[in-house]
């Protein structure tokens, strides 16, 4: 998780820079690979690398059932809050046929911030998913696309979306 964020980077901004990313990786065709720590939301262990003397200690700290659950059930944790949104964005995933690892994929950019992959399925359903890759909130307008935020359960009426920095739309 440290990776994508800034050391600076609160909380909030650390998980949705996560959260996007693995949007991305989610909307690509195939079959994704989440690793177990970055479901759980695990931080760079530099206390591990600095014990055990190798840099790959960083992400395979032992966590006791205790210490995972604890925090699983505490809503103000980074860690609730990543597991939480990534397994929403895993299910939401799995419920949409056009997520389908042998659906249609085209990848594009709006602007110089936001990403746009569209998935389609045979029945000609489109999936498209916008990916504010900034720190700036983002005006986009995009003609002829209507339907439902999957993430935020908002519908998207009009021609120009809103997006807050690091947010993900998947739209159908």
Not at 60 to 87: D, G, Q, V, W
Not at 98 to 108: A, Q, R, V
Request: charged residues 25%; neutral net charge; hydrophobic residues 35%.
């Amino acid at each position: 998780m440290d990776a994508l964020s800034r050391r600076e980077s609160s909380d909030e901004e650390r998980c949705a820079r996560f959260i996007l990313a693995h949007a991305i990786l989610l909307s690509f065709p195939g079959v994704p690979a989440i690793y177990i720590q970055s479901i759980l939301g695990s931080r760079n262990d530099y206390a591990g690398v600095e014990k055990l003397g190798y840099n790959r200690a960083i992400n395979r700290k032992k966590y006791s059932s205790k210490e995972i659950t604890t925090e699983l059930n505490n809503k103000a944790t980074l860690r609730y809050s990543i597991y939480y949104k990534l397994s929403r964005l895993i299910t939401l995933r799995c419920s949409h046929n056009e997520f389908h690892p042998d659906n249609d994929f085209t990848i594009d950019t709006v602007n110089s911030s936001v990403m746009c992959i569209q998935r389609s399925n045979a029945d000609g359903n489109c999936l498209t998913g916008l990916f504010n890759v900034s720190e700036n909130i983002q005006h986009i307008n995009i003609t002829d696309l209507h339907g439902r935020d999957l993430i935020s359960e908002v519908d998207i009426v009009g021609n120009e979306i809103t997006l807050r920095p690091w947010q993900v739309m998947w739209i159908k």
